[in-house]
């Protein structure tokens, strides 16, 4: 019998779903910047990281800061940012967001300014650390969560 492999239809599903991410980041900055587009553009941003992580076998990281966000990869042992592809250029949060973190448990301070490690892995195997991040401000809440497998869609509320 004549058929497709499980592999086969996994990694076009992987394909499809990276091709959806893209399409999103980039209409993203066409919608605005609300509370709850500016969690899930960055839902997007990390989905699709994890998605590059596993299909390169490289680890990547997603670095905060209060007010924004970028995706660096880990090269002979550094963490290099991915600013040359616009999918992966540095996010700044709309006026008046804060970003705040919990990852394994515990409160994770974020800097002022990007320019360090990431505090989120991004593992080759598909795992990643455990977190709980929440965007406030404007009227809006928002709560983006990892359980170190899977990454649940942001739950926002009103404030």
Not at 90 to 100: A, C, V
Not at 101 to 125: C, D, F, M, N
């Amino acid at each position: 019998m004549a058929g497709f492999s499980l592999l086969e239809v996994l990694v076009v599903l992987l394909l499809i779903g990276i091709l959806l991410t893209m399409a999103t980041l980039s209409l993203a900055p066409l919608l605005g910047r609300g509370g709850g587009n500016a969690a899930a553009h960055l839902a997007a941003v990390a989905t699709l990281a994890s998605d590059q992580a596993t299909l390169q076998g490289t680890e990547h990281g997603l670095e905060l800061s209060r007010d924004g966000y970028r995706v660096l990869a880990l090269v002979g042992g550094s963490w290099l940012a991915l600013d040359d592809d616009p999918a992966w250029r540095p996010q700044r949060l709309g006026e008046g967001f804060t970003l705040h973190l919990q990852a394994e448990g515990r409160t994770v301070p974020l800097p002022e300014k990007l320019g360090g490690e990431p505090q989120l892995i991004l593992y080759s195997s598909g795992e990643s650390t455990p977190f709980e991040l929440e965007l406030r401000g404007a009227g809006s809440d928002c709560v983006l969560r990892g359980d170190g497998f899977t990454l649940a869609a942001p739950e926002c509320t009103a404030g």
